[in-house]
């Protein structure tokens, strides 16, 4: 009889530690209901080249990304060329993309589309800028090319790799809904999100 | 050449105020004559989460777990599940989402850092359920770095029993690091040195890598040594699995002392029987128990002197207290050149001043909290020598229910088994 009280006790004390615990830990998290992915926030980017490197996967799941509306169209594309590019060729000499993963397509005078193979583009950021030897579009442009965390292509680490390594501090985890940090045409001709 | 002449004063422009007018636009957007519509921007969703399905397939996996464990008491079939685990898991999912790590999202959540989601919370809670009421049935045959193990684990051996002790004490001192990284901010240790992810991802730094080898390569003789010596999830299971309702047994019957089992756990989770001792005297019970009780504070102060004294090696981990010291570094002139982290905030806005703070209060922070954590390792140590000298006395072999994983290894070795499946099979 005593020994059967006791278990009956044990397994009340049992069941109201699982609740009780579970539900303070519950209330204490105050989980949210959505899922979150990481990304790159541009204004922050320092172009350093990490993110071609640091991910898990290789080639990175960082690609660059082209926002088509701030772009100025330029024949002479700071993201296209090199500084010292002789000529507007695909020659390797030229080309600041080392996967020559940015196409050039001549649509109305003098304005040229760039496009990004994501097949070939490997998330240097070279085209964006290393800050401090080439200037790309960062730095000579509109800033147009910037560098973002294709979601089909994260594996969704919970500490990301790149993250970690990031000088900048640009990552960040942002809801899975809008997975990306893109700038747009705004009023006041400032790139924004 | 002349491309490059009249490029070089616009250039020259760009590098001087580059930094200042980043966020404007240099140039005009074209108003296109042709018709020219803007491409389509290809930007992705999410591929392969669906928290809402991995949750309830963890649930539902951990209840088969139990159900094989406790009821149809079959090994090939935990087995069977472990693979199907490690398939799903591990390779489909690439290792995240994991209940080992998820740990440190809900200790954010907490701490109120970062948001945690429901599907993480769950991931966190579910496995600790289930240990409270089955034991370790996540260990056995869902946790994919379990898995992994479980399946190299050809020629396992048993440790010496102390050497075991002694190992299994760095679980907690990985718990307590891994506490202490995330309420400082300074990152996910679990998800940084976690060995297996690298192979179910297919692609991890060549240290992942190596860790990763060397603890399969070690796993082939001793069994799991990841979730023995290191698992700090598996802390918080054993202490579930200690109080758990229902545990797999090694006998389904009664234990008829043929010592058959003796050898059978490569996990060094069997208690065998000490039928020579004898029980305390009400004495010497009394005398033990003031023993430990007087031993308990001098551990604890211990534990939190040692972190008191070694803060400033464990806040190193910290990305802004080492840019702090590097910075310090180069303006002291001990270091030649920059690294890509004191070049960036370099060219930011954050002053020195302004670093040195931050990384001070830091530090600060890490004094107290490195305190708390060494003073739980002296718990640690005090409860421990605690249930080692006040063991009571074992007449059959039983499990160790906080050390036991419930994979089912020691269930043919039992003959009373063998007995039953035999008397079934002559019914039918």
Same mark, same amino acid.
């Given at each position: 009889?005593?020994?059967?009280?006791?278990?009956?006790?044990?397994?009340?004390?049992?069941?109201?530690?699982?609740?009780? &615990?579970?539900?303070?830990?519950?209330?204490?998290?105050?989980?949210?209901?959505?899922?979150?992915?990481?990304?790159?926030?541009?204004?922050?980017?320092?172009?350093?080249?990490?993110?071609?490197?640091?991910?898990?996967?290789?080639?990175?799941? &960082?690609?660059?990304?082209?926002?088509?509306?701030?772009?100025?169209?330029?024949?002479?594309?700071?993201?296209?060329?090199?500084?010292?590019?002789?000529?507007?060729?695909?020659?390797?000499?030229?080309?600041?993309?080392?996967?020559?993963?940015?196409?050039?397509?001549?649509?109305?005078?003098?304005?040229?589309?760039?496009?990004?193979?994501?097949?070939?583009? &490997?998330?240097?950021?070279?085209?964006?800028?290393?800050?401090?030897?080439?200037?790309?579009?960062?730095?000579?442009?509109?800033?147009?090319?910037?560098?973002?965390?294709?979601?089909?292509?994260? &594996?969704?680490?919970?500490?990301?790799?790149?993250?970690?390594?990031?000088?900048?501090?640009?990552?960040?985890?942002?809801?899975?809904?809008?997975?990306?940090?893109?700038?747009?045409?705004?009023?006041?001709?400032?790139?924004?999100? | 050449?002349?491309?490059?002449?009249?490029?070089?004063?616009?250039?020259?422009?760009?590098?001087?105020?580059?930094?200042?007018?980043?966020?404007?636009?240099? !140039?005009?957007?074209?108003?296109?004559?042709?018709?020219?519509?803007?491409?389509?921007?290809?930007?992705?969703?999410?591929?392969?989460?669906?928290?809402?399905?991995?949750?309830?397939? *963890?649930?539902?996996?951990?209840?088969?777990?139990?159900?094989?464990?406790?009821?149809?008491?079959?090994?090939?079939?935990?087995?069977?599940?472990? *693979?199907?685990?490690?398939?799903?898991?591990?390779?489909?999912?690439?290792?995240?989402?994991?209940?080992?790590?998820?740990?440190?999202?809900?200790?954010?959540? =907490?701490?109120?850092v970062e948001v945690v989601s429901i599907a993480v919370l769950s991931f966190f809670l579910l496995p600790l359920i289930f240990a409270l009421f089955f034991g370790r049935v996540f260990c056995a045959a869902v946790c994919p770095l379990g898995a992994i193990q479980e399946v190299v684990a050809v020629r396992p051996v048993m440790l010496p029993r102390a050497v075991d002790r002694v190992l299994g004490f760095v679980p907690y001192i990985y718990l307590a690091l891994t506490i202490l990284a995330v309420s400082t901010g300074s990152g996910y240790l679990i998800c940084r040195y976690d060995p297996f992810v690298g192979f179910f991802r297919l692609g991890?730094?060549?240290?992942?890598?190596?860790?990763?080898?060397?603890?399969?390569?070690?796993?082939?003789? =001793?069994?799991?040594?990841?979730?023995? !010596?290191? %698992?700090?999830?598996?802390?918080?299971?054993?202490?579930?699995?200690?109080?758990?309702?229902?545990?797999?047994?090694?006998?389904?019957?009664? %234990?008829?002392?043929?010592?058959?089992?003796?050898?059978?756990?490569?996990?060094?989770?069997?208690?065998?029987?000490?039928?020579?001792?004898?029980?305390?005297?009400?004495?010497?019970?009394?005398?033990?128990?003031?023993?430990?009780?007087?031993?308990?504070?001098?551990?604890?102060? =211990?534990?939190?002197?040692?972190?008191?004294?070694?803060?400033?090696?464990?806040?190193?981990?910290?990305?802004?207290?080492?840019?702090?010291?590097?910075?310090?570094?180069?303006?002291?002139?001990?270091?030649?050149?920059?690294?890509?982290?004191?070049?960036? !905030?370099?060219?930011?806005?954050?002053?020195?001043?302004?670093?040195?703070?931050?990384?001070?209060?830091?530090?600060?922070?890490?004094?107290?909290?490195?305190?708390?954590?060494?003073? !739980?390792?002296?718990?640690?140590?005090?409860?421990?020598?605690?249930?080692?000298?006040?063991?009571? %006395?074992?007449?059959?072999?039983?499990?160790?229910?906080?050390?036991?994983?419930?994979?089912?290894?020691?269930?043919?070795? %039992?003959?009373?088994?063998?007995?039953?499946?035999?008397?079934?099979?002559?019914?039918?």
């Amino acid at each position: 009889m005593s020994t059967d009280k006791a278990i009956r006790r044990r397994d009340f004390i049992r069941a109201a530690a699982a609740l009780g &615990v579970g539900g303070a830990l519950w209330k204490a998290a105050a989980p949210a209901s959505g899922a979150t992915v990481w990304q790159i926030d541009p204004q922050k980017c320092v172009q350093c080249g990490r993110c071609a490197t640091e991910c898990v996967l290789n080639p990175s799941a &960082v690609k660059c990304v082209h926002s088509y509306q701030i772009c100025g169209y330029c024949d002479l594309c700071g993201g296209y060329l090199q500084p010292s590019a002789k000529a507007r060729t695909t020659g390797a000499e030229n080309e600041l993309c080392p996967m020559s993963a940015i196409s050039r397509t001549f649509i109305e005078d003098p304005f040229f589309q760039y496009i990004i193979d994501e097949s070939l583009c &490997v998330g240097c950021g070279k085209c964006v800028g290393c800050g401090k030897c080439v200037k790309g579009c960062a730095l000579f442009g509109n800033s147009s090319l910037y560098l973002q965390v294709k979601q089909d292509l994260c &594996v969704h680490c919970n500490e990301c790799a790149i993250a970690k390594a990031c000088p900048g501090d640009a990552y960040r985890r942002i809801p899975a809904e809008e997975a990306y940090l893109l700038k747009t045409r705004t009023e006041g001709g400032n790139a924004q999100e | 050449m002349k491309l490059l002449k009249t490029l070089t004063p616009v250039l020259a422009a760009a590098a001087l105020f580059g930094g200042v007018a980043w966020a404007e636009f240099r !140039f005009p957007m074209p108003e296109f004559q042709s018709g020219y519509t803007y491409p389509e921007m290809h930007t992705p969703m999410p591929g392969r989460t669906n928290d809402l399905w991995d949750t309830v397939l *963890l649930a539902a996996a951990l209840g088969l777990a139990a159900w094989l464990v406790l009821k149809r008491r079959s090994r090939p079939a935990v087995f069977g599940l472990t *693979l199907c685990s490690l398939a799903y898991f591990g390779f489909w999912r690439q290792g995240c989402i994991c209940p080992v790590g998820s740990m440190q999202n809900v200790a954010e959540g =907490i701490l109120g850092v970062e948001v945690v989601s429901i599907a993480v919370l769950s991931f966190f809670l579910l496995p600790l359920i289930f240990a409270l009421f089955f034991g370790r049935v996540f260990c056995a045959a869902v946790c994919p770095l379990g898995a992994i193990q479980e399946v190299v684990a050809v020629r396992p051996v048993m440790l010496p029993r102390a050497v075991d002790r002694v190992l299994g004490f760095v679980p907690y001192i990985y718990l307590a690091l891994t506490i202490l990284a995330v309420s400082t901010g300074s990152g996910y240790l679990i998800c940084r040195y976690d060995p297996f992810v690298g192979f179910f991802r297919l692609g991890a730094s060549l240290n992942m890598f190596l860790a990763g080898g060397v603890l399969l390569l070690t796993g082939l003789f =001793i069994g799991r040594p990841y979730c023995r !010596f290191l %698992c700090p999830y598996g802390v918080l299971l054993g202490w579930m699995s200690r109080f758990s309702k229902w545990h797999a047994s090694i006998t389904p019957r009664e %234990c008829i002392q043929c010592r058959l089992c003796e050898n059978a756990c490569p996990y060094g989770a069997i208690n065998i029987p000490t039928p020579d001792k004898t029980p305390l005297t009400a004495k010497e019970g009394a005398r033990k128990l003031g023993v430990l009780l007087a031993l308990t504070p001098i551990l604890i102060a =211990i534990g939190a002197l040692t972190g008191l004294f070694s803060y400033p090696m464990l806040a190193r981990i910290h990305p802004t207290v080492q840019l702090a010291s590097r910075i310090a570094g180069e303006e002291a002139g001990r270091y030649q050149g920059m690294t890509i982290e004191s070049e960036a !905030f370099r060219a930011g806005v954050k002053t020195q001043d302004e670093l040195y703070a931050e990384a001070h209060a830091i530090r600060a922070d890490f004094k107290w909290k490195t305190a708390l954590c060494g003073a !739980f390792l002296g718990l640690v140590i005090a409860v421990t020598l605690a249930s080692l000298s006040m063991a009571g %006395c074992r007449d059959d072999y039983e499990t160790d229910r906080r050390a036991c994983v419930s994979c089912a290894r020691c269930f043919p070795y %039992c003959p009373v088994e063998k007995d039953e499946v035999a008397v079934a099979e002559q019914k039918t």
